[in-house]
């Protein structure tokens, strides 16, 4: 017996096929039962006829719960109105495994949901999410392996602050106090004099005590760094790499865009090149468009990065934050040294900052200054340091949030939606 998915079935759209799933669906008469199958693939409407089987076994069709897992054998027949075009007309089955009253009906909280992550994520919804996610990871990869890129996996567990001390997880170490890390890039930066060119994806962890619907304490990064490149390469790079991930999307997960309802349309004129504008330049829109003065120095949050989209239908790229607000590895522009050679990628509709990016600063002294500056000491980021001492060339790179892409990719509400099993400042099971 041959098992096909519900997908290939209905490609296939005629003959007899053989099943197997979950009841996502059921209802039914005394001479009529309709179970909707659910599988990875799609779903499909199966009819079971009274007079079809015996006394027992309909009795055991009549029993059946919702998600619980089943075999079918029947024969296709089109029918527009059924959910995917298709009935399966049953034949034969086999209950594999008849489950309890399932807890998740509709209407229910968020935070029950949430509770109950390990059922909720076979919705349908949640399934096509991930589906998406999967494809922007791939794509990220592929973007970067056709560039002639190599993959390098980072250490999570790391002895150094990478984007400030204050949002480190520690953990014991058996002797010693480690931390999980913020990012690659520390490591990134000494493997980047070997490689040349490199990429990774792996979790990041940050301990922000933050309760919003932007953030996470463990995500994922997708970060990429490259010698002999400044900032407008490496921005070139990004708006590129992005493009790739949407049109990707739209090419790969056509079904699982409408199932989320997402506006594909929006989504298509998403294609480089992108809008550029420095940090000055946003704080002229938001003061002429948006009657809001934001004085030189002060970060942009979320609530200005919203404003700033509202004038945008797709990525924009900000360069040229003020050097006093940015992390100790971003180097002063040598033309404006009060502010910095780095960019912030913002996504439209309201989703906010998808990518962030520099120049490596070169300058072991300026390197050392910032270090102190941030309550850092020296001694601990000697191995960093050695970069600069033995064949220290211009570098860049950029870290992009995969969940913060896949939230605005599907339209989501909530970046917890955009993670298999969000960890955040107040939730930590299932």
């Known amino acids: 017996m041959a098992f096909i998915s519900i997908q290939e079935a209905l490609d296939k759209g005629k003959g007899n096929v053989h099943l197997h799933g979950w009841v996502y669906r059921e209802r039914g008469s005394n001479e009529l039962k309709f179970i909707v199958l659910r599988d990875s693939s799609n779903i499909i409407q199966c009819v079971c006829k009274k007079t079809d089987f015996s006394a027992n076994e309909w009795d055991e069709l009549d029993k059946l719960t919702i998600e619980s897992s089943i075999e079918l054998e029947g024969t296709l027949h089109p029918d ?31 935070e ?29 990869r592929t973007f970067f392996k056709t560039s002639g890129y190599y993959e390098m996996a980072p250490p999570i567990l790391t002895p150094n602050a990478c984007e400030g001390g204050s949002t480190l997880f520690s953990i014991n170490y058996y002797k010693h106090k480690l931390y999980l890390t913020q990012s690659w890039q520390l490591y990134a930066e000494s493997a980047v004099f070997a490689l040349e060119k490199i990429f990774c994806i792996s979790p990041c962890f940050r301990a922000e005590k933050s309760k919003t619907s932007r953030h996470l304490s463990e995500f994922w990064m997708a970060e990429m ?17 992005v493009s790739f991930i949407v049109q990707e999307v739209i090419k790969k997960n056509e079904k699982e865009l409408v199932i989320l309802e997402r506006d594909v349309e929006k989504l298509r004129t998403v294609t480089a090149p992108f809008t550029r504008i420095t940090y000055a330049d946003a704080l002229k829109l938001l003061k002429e468009k948006e009657k809001i003065n934001i004085p030189f120095g002060k970060d942009l949050r979320t609530i200005e990065e919203d404003l700033i989209m509202k004038h945008f239908d797709k990525p924009v790229i900000v360069t040229h934050y ?78 992009m949030g995969v969940e913060r892409v896949v939230n605005w990719i599907c339209g989501l509400d909530n970046i917890k939606d955009a993670i298999p099993f969000p960890r955040t400042m107040l939730r930590y099971t299932p």
């Open 80 to 110: 527009k109105r059924a959910p995917t075009g298709y009935e399966l007309h049953v034949k034969t089955f086999q209950v594999i495994q008849r489950a309890d009253t399932f807890p998740i009906t509709k209407d229910q909280s968020t």
């Open 112 to 140: 029950f949901l949430l509770d109950v992550r390990h059922l909720a994520i076979r919705s349908r919804r949640l399934t096509a999410v991930m589906k998406i996610r999967s494809t922007v990871m791939d794509a990220f």
């Open 225 to 241: 760094e490259a010698a002999w490149i400044g900032l407008d390469q490496l921005a070139t790079i990004a708006e590129e790499c």
């Open 322 to 399: 003020p050097k006093e607000i940015m992390a100790f590895y971003k180097p002063k522009d040598p033309k404006h040294p009060e502010t910095a050679l780095c960019f912030d990628m913002l996504a439209p509709e309201g989703y906010g900052e998808i990518i962030g990016g520099s120049q490596r600063d070169t300058d072991i002294e300026e390197l050392k200054k910032a270090l102190k500056k941030e309550g850092e000491k020296i001694e601990n980021y000697k191995w960093y340091l050695d970069t600069r001492t033995y064949g220290s060339v211009p570098h860049a790179g950029f870290g």
